[in-house]
């Protein structure tokens, strides 16, 4: 069972700043990936921005358009977002999810995944 905890949503001027970090704990041998989604009632959950913890090329969402940076703690097995110049549409809820190996037995282990509650961010003058 891994668990997640997220922090740092809340309330932002449009052009604003907010920093979201997510922290993984639990069983499990090790992380793949970790990452942010965003969810706006009836609408899908949409990928805002991944890493993975080994090679450390990030994925963004089309819509951050170097907005946003995602970082990661190896060592504490914590992510970073990093969002500045925010906009109203960048108003949702933002769930951290993580892609990891609960016990490594070789190359064909199945991964597992899990998403944390979620988290508001507002942007709104």
């Known amino acids: 069972q891994v668990q997640l905890v997220e922090s740092g949503g809340g309330l932002v001027q449009p052009g604003g700043s907010l920093r979201l970090s997510c922290a993984a704990s639990?069983?499990?041998?090790?992380?793949?990936?970790m990452g942010w989604y965003r969810q706006t009632p009836g609408t899908e959950r949409e990928l805002v921005a991944s890493i993975p913890f080994y090679g450390r090329i990030p994925l963004y969402g089309d819509f951050v358009k170097g907005r946003f940076s995602i970082s990661q703690d190896d060592a504490e097995n914590t992510v970073y977002l990093q969002m500045d110049n925010l906009e109203a549409g960048d108003t949702a809820v933002y769930y951290c999810?993580?892609?990891?190996?609960?016990?490594?037995?070789?190359?064909?282990?199945?991964?597992?995944?899990?998403w944390g509650q979620g988290t508001q961010v507002t942007v709104s003058s």
């Open positions: 639990g069983a499990f041998d090790r992380i793949l990936t």
């Open positions: 999810k993580v892609k990891y190996i609960r016990t490594d037995t070789g190359p064909d282990t199945p991964s597992n995944e899990a």
